[in-house]
């Protein structure tokens, strides 16, 4: 019996990373340090390639199915530009109602017509714990583009990419998280994954929207000091990466709910008078309301800059899942 190698008799240009061919991403718990370089430097060739060439076919012959459960723009349409900057193609679902999902077809019965079509399936769902789910259920890798309030793994990877960009690096900096701690899954990803940083946190927050008590818990063991308060003021000055949320309106059990809290904190030029002049404001978006439009001006505003890094990390991943990075 003769031992191959991993990557022996691979088409010119397959490289197969055990750490992430074929793998699901699930939750931003899966990956360390290491991961994270791996994935940030091959963005980083991701984006020298865009500016370069546009498109190349790295990806050729791939398909990729977007199913999408919940409303999306840039989640949806960075993994289209993804996939077909890479010379592969879509199979794009963001409107169940007309699709079997609407005749009572179950998620991982989907999830199984699909990967019988493509290569991977990004997922987006309203349930907490779906991703892992259809996961369970396919055999073809799974990406979570969001389940509910649960996680936003691959945006939080842009959210730290972006991070790196524009401050140099992630180790001793100060990342104060605002608005709607409770149902965001984007900062109960980036909470997470910022733990394998050496990082202050600051969680700022209505009473009634603070970060999970068991997320917190999870941060503290990894030795993260963490503030929460309800005060932007008293944390603002330190602050290196202001990171804003919406408040999660599809969450809430009642209209009268959500309008109690819905205008607690806006960033205008006046409120970011007190702040540094080395530092970004980041928001997953959308925004309703959260970020006066009069900031965007400001350099500190990463807001759209944090847009198109996703493209690149969301590239890095395809072709990093799919074993050709
Ligand atoms: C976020 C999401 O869907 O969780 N959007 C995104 O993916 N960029 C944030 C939000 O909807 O508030």
Redesign the pocket.
């Known amino acids: 019996m003769t031992v191959r190698r991993a990557n022996e008799h691979l088409p010119f240009g397959e490289k197969r990373d055990p750490r992430f061919f074929g793998q699901d991403i699930l939750s931003v718990k899966q990956f360390d340090r290491q991961d994270l370089e791996t994935i940030f430097a091959v963005g980083h060739e991701m984006r020298g390639m865009v500016e370069r060439v546009g498109t190349f076919d790295l990806l050729k012959g791939k398909v990729l199915t977007n199913l999408f459960y919940?409303p999306?723009t840039?989640?949806s349409s960075s993994f289209v530009a993804a996939i077909e900057r890479l010379g592969g193609s879509v199979i794009q679902i963001n409107n169940v109602t007309y699709s079997s999902v609407s005749k009572g077809e179950s998620l991982r019965d989907t999830v199984r017509t699909l990967e019988s079509y493509s290569d991977a399936i990004v997922l987006?769902h309203p349930e907490q714990g779906s991703a892992a789910e259809a996961a369970k259920a396919a055999s073809k890798p799974v990406i979570n583009?969001?389940d509910g309030p649960g996680e936003?793994p691959t945006?939080a990877l842009l959210d730290a990419y972006t991070i790196v960009e524009e401050m140099g690096n992630l180790d001793g900096l100060t990342v104060t998280m605002l608005g709607d701690l409770k149902y965001?899954?984007?900062v109960h990803s980036l909470a997470r994954l910022l733990t394998l940083f050496d990082m202050k946190v600051n969680y700022v927050s209505p009473e009634s929207l603070r970060m999970p008590t068991e997320l917190v818990a999870e941060v503290d063991d990894a030795g993260i000091p963490q503030i929460e308060t309800t005060d932007l003021e008293s944390v603002l000055p330190e602050t290196d990466v202001l990171y804003v949320?919406?408040i999660?309106k599809e969450r809430f059990g009642s209209e009268t709910e959500y309008d109690a809290v819905k205008d607690s904190y806006v960033i205008t030029n006046e409120s970011m008078s007190t702040a540094k002049d080395n530092m970004v404001v980041m928001h997953?978006?959308?925004r309703v309301g959260e970020i006066a439009e009069e900031f965007d001006a400001d350099p500190r505003a990463a807001y759209f800059r944090q847009m198109e890094y996703g493209m690149y990390v969301r590239m890095a991943l395809l072709a990093l899942v799919l074993g050709r990075a």
């Open positions: 919940e999306s840039r989640t987006r583009a969001g936003h945006q965001g899954r984007t949320t919406r999660q997953p978006l959308p």
